[in-house]
């Protein structure tokens, strides 16, 4: 049932320009600066499966530096920032379990509908480099309940903004230490956070 879940999903993203990523459950509509995805994830099982849907935006450049201060090669679906689809369209659930062709019948247009009511205009702009920059600081220093990822969002976010130019102070640079601090981060990536930080600094933007 996997490659008719993805055959028709296939079918239906084409219409509005987005194509398989080879190799993976993925499709992209590629922007100047990056890709808006729509990652697929299915977990099969004996009686079906799992079909989950997440919305995505991957900024090349950002990527790019940060796999280069681990010291590793980006890969296609390497995300910037991604959401489930039930966090950006009301009346659908985070996942649905799959048996057979009716249920897939009913699941799919479900998708189709909050993809194109809600789905498409989110990634159009969050694909806007200074709308995602303002999302990510909102997550971090606004939201009360902090992502699960904080860290990932902190360099991402940082990162993000010298991509726009902004001028990041001292003050800015430990905004984001001191948050990431309150959140209990471990030592060893408190540190890894200033070794980042010292890295981008010699990156010319």
């Known amino acids: 049932m996997k490659i008719e879940v ?7 993203l084409n219409d509005f320009q987005y194509f398989k990523l080879e190799g993976y459950d993925a499709f992209y509509h590629s ?15 004996e009686d079906g499966l799992m079909l989950e849907i997440q919305l995505a935006i991957k900024i090349n450049k950002v990527e790019e530096l940060i796999f280069r201060f681990y010291g590793q090669e980006t890969s296609p679906l390497k995300l910037t920032y991604w959401e489930n689809i039930n966090q950006i369209a009301d009346n659908i659930s985070k996942r649905s379990f799959i048996q057979n062709s009716v ?19 989110w990634l159009d702009t969050m694909s806007d480099l200074k709308v995602l920059s303002g999302y990510y600081k909102d997550l971090i220093f606004t939201k009360n309940q902090k992502h699960t990822n904080l860290f ?9 903004r010298l991509i ?3 001028k990041m102070t001292e003050a800015i640079f430990y905004d984001y230490y001191e ?11 408190l540190e890894e956070f200033i070794a980042f930080r010292k890295f981008l600094a010699s990156i010319t933007f």
Request: hydrophobic share 40%; net charge neutral.
């Open 152 to 160: 990932k969002l902190c360099q991402r976010s940082y990162l993000l």
């Open 103 to 121: 249920e897939l019948s009913k699941t799919l247009p479900e998708i189709e509908r909050a993809l194109v009511k809600n789905g498409f205009s």
């Open 6 to 12: 993805i055959k028709k999903l296939e079918d239906f």
């Open 31 to 45: 922007f100047e600066l990056g890709s808006k995805l729509i990652v697929v994830n299915i977990t099969p099982y």
């Open 164 to 166: 726009l130019n902004e």
């Open 179 to 189: 948050e990431l601090q309150a959140y209990k981060i471990p030592e060893h990536q």
